[in-house]
């Protein structure tokens, strides 16, 4: 390993023991406990304990592999070995999650709608595939307010997706997202910080670095912990194992990458699953560590 990505490494370590890491939580017999109950070609669910979770594909969105970057903010002359393209482009799936409790419907990121690539913008008829009401989600829950998270909060149709959908969480830095096209939801957006309850089982994690506000949800369940971790890795095939590298839009690469590893090395456990906006559809796993890389174990 060179001597810039072990150092780099050993800071995501001094991040996990200043942050009070490892994790607060004792650890659970689950191994299997995530189950896939139904899939269809955009959406599957899985029973989670006494949880359901539907992954629900948006799209995808391709883009060159030149927004990939090293620690140095560099491109990448050559790409690291093992990454597929698609005509020359990197694919990245676009995923929400609906996390199903006794009270509440909570969905976490809303897909594109009709605002960006016309290759997003399928999350309700995923949703209508799953079998799912879009009146019966009762909060949304923002992991931040890119377009491809948040636009979807609009219908394709103008109208509001998600009608009963009370309030609708986001990072209080990013607070501002909501107006223009998503002015007409100001009155429900409610700001959070790191620790806000969504509800009883999810919990708001700041990860900022991709984005100034970019927040996770930690989901428990009587089985275990599921964390939707929005765009803590964008290209799954190159950054489990390389967790250094970092993406053209993180606002602020060195800090996304150190929550990144602070991410990865907290739910390299037993009990913990990960949901990723932008992992390869479903996008539901496990993480386990491997040296000083990381590897997905989809369900
Ligand atoms: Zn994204």
Redesign the pocket.
């Known amino acids: 390993m060179d001597k810039e990505r072990r150092k780099v490494l050993q800071l995501g370590a001094a991040a996990l023991v200043a942050a009070g890491m490892p994790p607060r939580f004792a650890a659970a017999r689950t191994e299997g406990v995530m189950k896939s109950i139904a899939k269809g070609q955009n959406y599957e669910s899985f029973e989670f304990g006494d949880l359901k979770v539907v992954a629900l594909r948006d799209g995808y969105v391709d883009m060159p592999p030149t927004r990939l970057r090293q620690v140095s903010g560099r491109t990448f002359d050559t790409l690291p070995a093992g990454v597929p393209l698609v005509s020359g482009q990197l694919r990245?799936s676009?995923n929400a999650f609906l996390v199903i409790e006794k009270e509440q419907s909570v969905l976490i990121?809303t897909g594109a709608s009709n605002s960006w690539y016309p290759t997003m913008g399928k999350l309700l008829e995923a949703m209508h595939e799953a079998g799912i009401d879009r009146n019966s989600v009762t909060r949304v829950a923002l992991?931040?307010t890119?377009e491809?998270?948040v636009n979807g909060l609009v219908a394709p149709d103008g109208s509001v997706a998600y009608p009963r959908a009370e309030r609708i969480f986001v990072p209080h830095e990013e607070l501002s997202v909501f107006s223009g096209r998503l002015a007409l939801l100001r009155d429900r957006a409610t700001p959070i910080d790191d620790g806000f309850l969504v509800s009883e089982r999810i919990t708001a994690v700041k990860a900022a670095g991709?984005s100034a506000g970019h927040t996770t949800y930690e989901v428990r369940s009587n089985a275990g912990y599921l964390v939707a971790w929005?765009?803590i890795i964008?290209v799954p095939s190159i950054q489990f194992g390389r967790p250094e590298i970092a993406w053209e839009?993180d606002s602020n690469q060195s800090k996304a990458r150190d929550a990144r590893l602070v991410l990865l090395e907290r739910i390299a456990r037993p009990d913990y699953y990960v949901a990723g906006?932008?992992l390869d559809f479903p996008g539901v796993g496990r993480v386990t560590r491997s040296g000083d890389a990381f590897v997905f174990h989809p369900v």
Do not use: I, N, P, Y
């Open positions: 990245l676009v990121d992991t931040h890119h491809d998270h991709h929005g765009d964008h839009f906006a932008h």
